[in-house]
Antibody
């Protein structure tokens, strides 16, 4: 069965960096778009970033452009999110999700909490 | 691009039916039949309940149904049960670089 497991979250000071990972199993990873979606405490879902199966197309939301970078290692079946210049407002649960090309996130991980605080 | 518009909250009694709306534009909801609905319980990941406007993934109760008219999609839950109490989010394919838009979410309370 499809399984996505995020890791790498934690407490970081403003201005700091963190790298999230998402280990995938149960499907052919290199055939699917992958994405990061976050949810601030008590707030809704925010579409953050996605990458096509080959990595030829990458999108980052304006809120993180220039600070966050999505990447993937198809051999390791792992998705990454490198986060730098972190701000208090980046505090959220970060989910990775498999995405169909028609814009459907269908399977989600359980999420990893990132807390940015001094 | 703006988020899709959902009511902040809806409520209903056990056994009743409720409908949650999701309004977009002709560049997303109205232009494509790629609207999805997700259920999220506190502390859990969102779960896909409806895809491509009307389709249910395997294992999802037929009490959940979806529809669309113009730029507005709807999720209907019939025969409300206590376990349906959750947050519900719509999403849609959108033309352009973004690929996906989410609604702001609707909190369903079962009275």
């Amino acid at each position: 069965q499809v399984k996505l497991v995020e890791s790498g979250g934690g407490l970081v000071k403003p201005g700091g960096s963190l790298r999230l990972s998402c280990a995938a199993s149960g499907f052919t990873f290199n055939e699917y778009y992958m994405s990061w979606i976050r949810q601030a405490p008590g707030k809704g879902l925010e579409w953050l970033s996605y990458m096509t199966s080959s990595g030829s197309t990458i999108y980052h939301a304006d809120s993180v452009k220039g600070r966050f970078t999505i990447s993937r290692d198809n051999a390791k079946k792992t998705l990454y999110l490198q986060m730098s210049s972190l701000r208090v407002e980046d505090t959220a649960v970060y989910f990775c999700a498999r995405v169909l090309g028609i814009g459907r996130p269908d399977y989600w991980g359980q999420g990893t909490l990132v807390t940015v605080s001094s | 691009q703006s988020a899709l518009t959902q009511p902040a909250s809806v409520s209903g009694s056990p056994g009743q039916s409720i409908t949650i709306s999701c309004t977009g534009t002709s560049s997303d909801v109205g232009g494509y039949n790629y609207v999805s609905w997700y259920q999220q319980h506190p502390g859990k990941a969102p779960k896909l309940m409806i895809y491509d406007v009307t389709n249910r993934p395997s294992g999802i109760s037929n009490r959940f149904s979806g529809s669309k008219s113009g730029n507005t999609a709807s999720l209907t839950i019939s025969g409300l049960q206590a376990e349906d109490e959750a947050d519900y989010y719509c999403s849609s394919y959108t033309s352009g670089d973004t690929l996906v838009l989410f609604g702001g979410g609707t909190k369903l309370t079962v009275l």
